[in-house]
């Protein structure tokens, strides 16, 4: 019904930069009417909260140890949020995930409702 896909994960140089991409699909999904975000989760890790975006792209919310280096953006006609990592570090690393809040947006991952399958980030020389 509801449909995120994610890209433009891949392997980057420590300080380098990349660009991830979430694009959503459905035909009861009203995106402008959804919070964005982007989770990530290492390896035996939490999944944890990255950044996110309200429904109109006015305002922002960012962990601390991404400040500064990460944005989050999104286009409502094109249905599509964006992450643009710059700066990145090895902790980085993990797989990033997008999502989708009906009420608002959260800090909590269990406060959406879709999420995407995933796109592979790995910081590494």
């Not at 930069?17 to 402008?32: N, Q």
């Amino acid at each position: 019904q509801v449909q995120l896909v994610e890209s433009g994960g891949g392997l980057v140089q420590p300080g380098g930069s990349l660009r991830l991409t979430c694009t959503a699909s459905g035909r009861t999904f009203i995106f402008k009417d959804y919070a964005m975000a982007w989770f990530r989760q290492a390896p035996g890790e939490e999944r944890e909260f990255v950044a996110a975006i309200n429904w109109a792209g006015s305002s922002e919310w960012y962990r601390d140890s991404v400040k500064g280096r990460f944005h989050i953006s999104r286009d409502n006609g094109k249905n599509t949020v964006y992450l643009q990592m710059n700066n990145v570090k090895p902790e980085d690393t993990a797989v990033y995930y997008c999502a989708a809040d009906g009420e608002g947006g959260d800090y909590s991952s269990a406060a959406y409702d879709y999420w995407g399958q995933g796109t592979q980030v790995t910081v590494s020389s």
